[in-house]
Structures are given as structure tokens and as C-alpha cells.
């Protein structure tokens, strides 16, 4: 197994929770990628570990809240993060975790190709459609260990 798939993506739940999630295969990330682009229509923020190092770098969240309480480092990457971090030792954990599977990982894909289809124009070009209309409502966190 390559090294070079051994990463950390962050995710940011609806309700201020950061996932930390391990990849140790391309199957990972790209179960990932994928959860991403779907990030308008189940409300979660993806981020890769090399844009949640430069955000710790330049301390976003101090630049902007000056003196405001932290809770966790990881809150310069995601401003509406409440300071709850949780371990997931995969992408299919947390996929179960946050309860993006079977039905729901479906209608999530299917939901984004008809907003990105509703999105096309006659003439080729795209128009910004609000995503509120086409969002999943994930369950979210079940019981699992945090820091």
C-alpha cells in the first residue's frame, strides 16, 4: 500500500462537530471526493488535510475572533466548529456514523445531478440555484468516542 494515500480529511457536521477521518487507499479518497462535491445538499464541510494545515498556519479564527475563546486548534479551519473532535478510522466508519449510506448516499448523488442539472442553461452556460430545495437531511452523529 502506498504512503501516499495515508491522509486526514476533516468534516465539518451541521451541528458544529469535526470528523477526522483516515485514508489509507485511493477507494478512501475517492469515497471522499465524492462526499464532498455533495457538500450542498447534505450540509457537511469537507476539507483535505493540506487546507486545514494552512488554516492552523495562518490562525484564521484568531485573525478574526481576536481573544474570542477556542476551544480546539482545528476551529481556524472551521469557524463554526464547537470544539468536539471525533476519531474515524475510515471513510466507510464514518460514512456509518453520519448515516451517508445505502437510500440517503443515493438520493444525496441523485439530488446533486439534478441541482447541477437545474443549474445548466439553455444557452450552456450555469446559473447559481439556491440548494435548499434539494437537501438530504443526514442523521448525523450516533455514539462514538470524542475528544
Do not use: W
Amino acid at each position: 500500500m502506498a504512503d501516499h494515500f495515508k491522509t486526514t480529511y476533516y468534516v465539518l457536521d451541521p451541528k458544529g462537530v469535526v470528523h477526522r477521518i483516515r485514508t489509507e487507499t485511493i477507494g478512501d479518497l475517492r469515497a471522499l471526493d465524492s462526499f464532498r462535491r455533495h457538500c450542498l445538499v447534505h450540509g457537511y464541510t469537507a476539507k483535505g488535510e493540506a487546507e486545514v494545515a494552512d488554516a492552523l498556519e495562518k490562525k484564521i479564527h484568531e485573525q478574526i475572533f481576536p481573544g474570542g475563546t477556542i476551544k480546539h486548534e482545528v476551529q481556524n479551519a472551521f469557524l463554526d466548529a464547537n470544539g468536539t473532535v471525533v476519531d474515524h478510522d475510515s471513510p466507510k466508519v464514518f460514512f456509518e456514523a453520519v448515516g451517508y449510506v445505502g437510500t440517503l448516499r443515493n438520493r444525496c448523488k441523485a439530488r446533486h445531478r439534478k441541482m447541477l442539472k437545474d443549474e445548466l442553461q439553455p444557452d450552456g452556460s450555469f446559473a447559481f440555484v439556491d440548494p435548499a430545495p434539494y437537501h438530504v437531511e443526514l442523521p448525523g452523529l450516533s455514539s462514538a468516542p470524542t475528544h
